[in-house]
């Protein structure tokens, strides 16, 4: 894929460039190396997972890469035009999207069997890719980068912009301490993240006309920054213990409370799905559900990671069934969830481990999974009805964010660490997905 193609996502995520490292690598290999998969099909998968939450700007990427890996022109006319085989997948794509918990081992069945049969290695590869580039629409989407292709929209020219590196330039990035992205008035400035300045984002800094959008402050969040340091503080140093009942209870109350939380209104929700993204959709009206209402019948299941979990049975399945991605997620998986550089707004020696656990816990939570030694009532206070809005938004209903819903969250906190807080939502998404369709993957192969 072209350079100048990537630059809009990579410069994001560039502020955390250990992170950037494990996320190009794993996107390259899931992409380009070998694999289950014909390159073709890979792309096209990326299309119809980009499609499911209308983000034109990964479709539009992804076509263009179809047709650089010697795709048929006539599979971009849309679902319709493309094999059988590939077609099957569509059930799997918008249930992963949307609600991964109806994902039975009956679907993994019928890809298996019949005249157009799936191998599980290639069920497992696109499964990895679906959930990829789900939870990268909702990083674009959450991050505003869509709107940089919107001529209308408010927007400033910036004349720098973070190099596309090769893989192996990437891998020095750990080797650096003193990364610097030059401001558009000249002036040099650290980066920073929930924890800290960034390293350097690698090498020389290249002269390239981009956009980019400006944060503009709203009022002031609902809490500042200064007390949810000090509540983080407290719930450190209290080590009152819970019964398995209270914990659970907390669980179900928060769970209960997220179905009830609005997820942002689109600005005009009229408006159609766009002729490009509708012809890869099959039931463009499937979306997301809450998964637990209060009063619903048939809730389904809590998923208990003590049941099933990454560490203990996804990561050997999925390494077993496609050799080495699991590496690659893992560490992916571990790096997102463990980045800081103890800092937040500017304030040196944080340990923000609370607020980005009751992050990433609260995103499955709201995908019905349940870490059975975590404290749910953490969740509430630590993270403020504005910032639960946009998470539900931007896992649920990327599509529906905007740059007014970017500067409404986390106002106190700097653009890297509204970043580094999408990079979570994305990785939490990408990794429920995963967790449902390998336990499914498993129950179909015992």
Partial sequence: MDNAELDHVTKVIAYHPRYLEHFLSTQNFVMHSDGPLPFEYRCYIAIMAAARHKCTYLVNMYEKEFLNQGGERSWLNGLDCIPAKLRAICDINKILAHRPWLLNKEHIERLTKGQNSWSLSEVVHAIVLLAHFHSLSSFVFSCGLTQELDVSSQRIENNNAVPQ???????????????????????????????????????NIVQRRTVFLVAIKPPQSEVTVDALMQRMKKLSENNTECTETELSNRFKNVELQAAELPAVVPRDPSLELPQQIGRYVDDPNFTYQDFAKRGAENIPQTFR??????????????????????????????????????????????????????????????????????????????????????????????????????????????????????????????????????????????
Wanted: glycine letters at 6%; aromatic letters at 14%; hydrophobic letters at 35%.
């Fill in 305 to 446: 990671i003590q049941d099933y979990s990454w560490d203990d049975h996804g990561f050997s399945l999925i390494n077993r069934l496609y050799n080495d991605v699991g590496f690659y997620l893992d560490d992916k998986f571990r790096l997102a969830y463990n980045l800081t550089y103890y800092t937040i707004a500017g304030r040196t020696n944080v340990d923000t481990s609370k607020f980005r656990r009751a992050i990433w816990n609260y995103i499955q939570c709201m995908y019905g999974i349940r870490y059975d030694d975590y404290d749910y009532g953490e969740v509430n206070q630590l993270l403020d009805r504005a910032l639960k809005m946009f998470i539900k938004t931007a896992c649920c209903f990327p599509e529906r964010i905007t740059k007014t819903d970017y500067d409404s969250v986390l106002v106190e906190l700097q653009h890297s660490e509204k970043v580094h807080v999408n990079l979570m939502i994305m990785e939490a998404r990408n990794q429920a997905e995963l967790l449902y369709a390998l336990r499914e993957i498993m129950r179909y192969m015992t």
């Fill in 165 to 203: 590196k090769t893989e192996t330039e990437h891998r020095h990035l750990y080797n650096h301490h003193h990364h610097h992205l030059i401001h558009q008035n000249g002036q040099e400035g650290n980066l920073y993240s929930l924890a800290g300045p960034v390293a350097p984002v690698g090498g």
